[in-house]
Every structure is written in structure tokens, then in C-alpha cells.
């Protein structure tokens, strides 16, 4: 089923390379080294291309995108040809000179994200000291740049009863939004899965805390917030549907329609290199397989909510149940609903915690950390 329709959006994932180990990451365990990143011209031919397909916004990520030398040369490409451009930064390496070029290039938005509102928790998490200082200075130099500014909040065991501190420091830093988006279990963050599975009743006090904040901020703080999927009773439409407004690319040109979308084993995601992007887009084999409904199975098939989630996240559903095509198994309505549930029990507060590595043949060294509401991040 290809599509005429052109994207709305892009991902592009400039590097793996991260100063920050969160055992979170969405990035696969096999994490790409520099010398297999597209090169400076490669990324330009790439937002010349997406530009000419008409996609609006341009979401420049990681890793970390500020360790590419060349970013600003991208944000002046897309500045030149219209497209909206959103830095999703760690912050720690940015600087108030390098925060002025971005945004003399015409950088539009910048993400920051947080791993804690304290630093105890932001430093434990990143596995590196001095970052939640960084952050906060990070935050500084956008807002002297006179950029808007969205902090990023990525939701866990480790931190979520620290809802209500995010959105105060979101209101501190002057931010326009906060996202506070419960981790997806995908890449680093599978792994660590029993680690980082909160409780439910932490779930339903962040539940509750974002709500009476909605209201008492409404008009001054926009919170966007991630329902955590294990704990819902139906899928988000992931990435806007498979292959419908949005699209990827990593590190090394290979385009996908979600970030995860490569660790189902059967599809074969074809690269810039190779060919060009509004090919990819509307005649990928691997791009049409979940584009639309036709593809679905039931319960999907004949479901009132097929047009408004396009049964849900095709990554989950392989994670979970052992097939892609499956229905997304957070959905109340799918056989494999059960399964979901009793993962949401399986949190371990004593699990082990696998951090992001870089080169690595296996994942970095675990630890065993003890953690408590009273003491988030163990001793």
C-alpha cells in the first residue's frame, strides 16, 4: 500500500554517540561508532531531499546530535528551505557560544531532557557527575538565545515519584512544555525492563498529580504527558501509525518508521545511501507492510479505534508476544492483554541496571541497585 500522501515529520538520529549511559535509551544495544555515520554531505543531500518531499518539522536527535560538528550546518540547510527544527538534547555539552550559533542558523526549538529533577537522581541515571548542573545551565543559554524551551522528563521506577519536582523545575528554567513521557520498553530500556518498571500505585499518583497540575497551570505551562504503556487499557498510535506522517532516520541512512522498528528481524530497511528518501517513503516494502489497515488481523480488523491508534506499536507487539503483525498487546482488546498485565507486575526494585555503552560486545557491567520511594536511587 504506498502512499502519495508526503510526511509530516522526520527523526533524524545524527549519532549514537552519548556522553550520558541511561539504561533507559530507546537506541539499540548495538550502537553505531562514528565512522559509520553518514558523513556531513550525506546528512545535506538527506534534509535537501525530505525538504523537497514537504515535510514541515525536522527533529535532529541521538544520542547526542550536539557532538556532530556539522549540526549547525544542518539547521542552516533547514532554516533556508522553511522546515521547523527541534534540538532533543542531554544539554551537558552544550555551551552559551555553540547555543548562539544554533540559533543564529536559525534553530527554532530546543528539548532538554532531564533524568531527574534532582541531581542525585539525574546524575545516578545519566552515570555521570555534574550533569544536572550541566542541564541547568544548558537551559540558561537557550532562554538567552530567547528560544523556547521543552524539558523532557523520561518516567521510571527511579523517578516517578518525582512528578511533581519536574514540573516545578520546568517552571523554574521558564520552559514553555514539559513532556513527561513514561518509558517505552524498546532497545536499553527492554533489557532494563524489570528494573525500571514502576509500581501502580506510583503510576496512578503521577496520574493524579499531572492532573490537578493541568488545571492549576493551564494558560502558563503546557504538560504533555505519556500514558505508561503496560499500565493502559489501549495503544497509542505509535509515531502517528506505521509509515504515516512521520518517518526515521539513523545514524547510518537507514530509514525506518519508528525509531525501534529495526529490531523486528524480517523486514530489510533500505538506506540513503542506496536510495533516495521519497522513494523509500512511498515504496518501501518494509514501509508498506503496516501502512493503513489492511494488513490488520483481529480484533484490529473490525475495531471501532483502528483509524485512531492503527493497532498501535508494531515494535511492542513483536517485543511481547513474538510477532510484529499481533495486535498491540497494552490493548484490553488483545488476547495477549493478559501477558501485559502481569509484566507491569514484574518490576524488581532490586533488579539489576544495565547501562548504555558504546563499543561494546555486551551490554556495560550491571549493578544491583536498591531502590525505595524514600531513597530513588539506592545507596
Request: aromatic share 8%; net charge negative; charged share 20%.
Amino acid at each position: 500500500m504506498s502512499t502519495n500522501l508526503p510526511p509530516l515529520g522526520m527523526l533524524a538520529e545524527l549519532t549514537h554517540r552519548c556522553p550520558l549511559q541511561c539504561p533507559y535509551c530507546s537506541n539499540p544495544l548495538d550502537l553505531m561508532k562514528a565512522n559509520a555515520e553518514l558523513s556531513t554531505q550525506q546528512w545535506s543531500d538527506v534534509f535537501e531531499q525530505a525538504a523537497d518531499m514537504g515535510v514541515l518539522q525536522v527533529h535532529l536527535s541521538g544520542g547526542e546530535p550536539t557532538l556532530r560538528k556539522d549540526l549547525d550546518t544542518f539547521i542552516e540547510i533547514l532554516a533556508r528551505r522553511g522546515v521547523y527544527t527541534n534540538l532533543i538534547t542531554a544539554g551537558v555539552s552544550l555551551t552559551l557560544d555553540r547555543m548562539k550559533s544554533l540559533a543564529d542558523r536559525g534553530l527554532d526549538h530546543v528539548q532538554i531532557s532531564f533524568q531527574g529533577a534532582s541531581s542525585q537522581v539525574t546524575d545516578f541515571i545519566g552515570n555521570m557527575k555534574g550533569a544536572h548542573e550541566k542541564k541547568l545551565r544548558a537551559a540558561e543559554f537557550v532562554r538567552q538565545c530567547d528560544l523556547p524551551l521543552t524539558i523532557n522528563a523520561p518516567i521510571h521506577r527511579y523517578n516517578i515519584d518525582q512528578t511533581d519536582e519536574f514540573i516545578k523545575l520546568a517552571l523554574d528554567l521558564d520552559a514553555e512544555r514539559i513532556e513527561i513521557a513514561n518509558t517505552q520498553f524498546y532497545g536499553w530500556a527492554l533489557l532494563n525492563r524489570a528494573s525500571l518498571m514502576p509500581e501502580r500505585a506510583a503510576v496512578e499518583r503521577q496520574i493524579h498529580t499531572i492532573e490537578l497540575e493541568r488545571e492549576r497551570l493551564k494558560g502558563r505551562l503546557l504538560i504533555d504527558f505519556v500514558v505508561p504503556d503496560y499500565f493502559a487499557d489501549f495503544p497509542k498510535a505509535c509515531m502517528g501509525g506505521w509509515a504515516n506522517d512521520a518517518f526515521v532516520v539513523s545514524p547510518d541512512g537507514t530509514v525506518m518508521p519508528c525509531h525501534a522498528a529495526a529490531s523486528i528481524p524480517h523486514m530489510r530497511f533500505h538506506n540513503v545511501r542506496e536510495r533516495p528518501l521519497a522513494e523509500i517513503w512511498q515504496h518501501s516494502p518494509a514501509f508498506n507492510s503496516y501502512r493503513g489497515t489492511d494488513w490488520m488481523p483481529e480484533p484490529c480488523r473490525s475495531c471501532e479505534r483502528k483509524h485512531t491508534d492503527f493497532g498501535g506499536c508494531r515494535c511492542q507487539a513483536l517485543a511481547v508476544t513474538g510477532a510484529a503483525e499481533n495486535a498491540d498487546p497494552v490493548c484490553s482488546l488483545s488476547p495477549f492483554h493478559g501477558h501485559v498485565q502481569r509484566l507491569a507486575k514484574s518490576g524488581l526494585p532490586n533488579a539489576q541496571l544495565t547501562f548504555r555503552r558504546l563499543g561494546l560486545q555486551t551490554p556495560a557491567v550491571a549493578r544491583v541497585v536498591p531502590v525505595s520511594r524514600d531513597n530513588p536511587v539506592g545507596d
